[in-house]
């Protein structure tokens, strides 16, 4: 049963075990525990086009054009009630697909 699902053997064990304990109801699925999923594919392109337009743009910074990790963290909660660590929005950007060099090729500068 496991290899025709690709699944491991333990798993079958459990799935029968509920079956047996709770009937067909038990096997229905439960939402995971741990932490809220994050931004979506398109909230992601959205902010993408924000912070290419500039902090200056989103009311930051309005002698230079700068993002700070303080701000971004604040756009993402204000538009979307998502919480980052200051710590993780540079490898968040990355992960969208913009690094500091594109960010700087548009004439921003990207602080730490």
């Known amino acids: 049963m496991a290899d025709k699902f690709d699944v491991s053997v333990s798993s079958v064990r459990r ?3 509920a079956l047996t304990q709770g ?4 096997l229905e699925a439960v939402n995971p525990p741990g932490p809220r999923p994050g931004l979506s594919a398109s909230q992601k392109a959205d902010l993408a086009e924000v912070f ?8 930051y910074e ?3 054009n700068r993002w700070f990790a303080k701000d971004i963290v604040e756009v993402i ?3 979307y009630g998502i919480t980052y660590h200051e710590k993780y929005i540079w490898r968040l950007l990355r992960k969208m ?4 060099a594109d960010l ?3 004439g921003f500068r990207v602080a730490q």
Do not use: V
């Open 52 to 59: 290419m337009r500039g902090a200056a743009a989103s009311g």
């Open 15 to 17: 799935w029968k075990e």
């Open 104 to 106: 700087r090729s548009r």
């Open 62 to 64: 309005k002698k230079r």
């Open 23 to 26: 009937g067909i109801e038990a």
């Open 77 to 79: 909660e204000r538009l």
């Open 97 to 100: 697909g913009i690094s500091e």
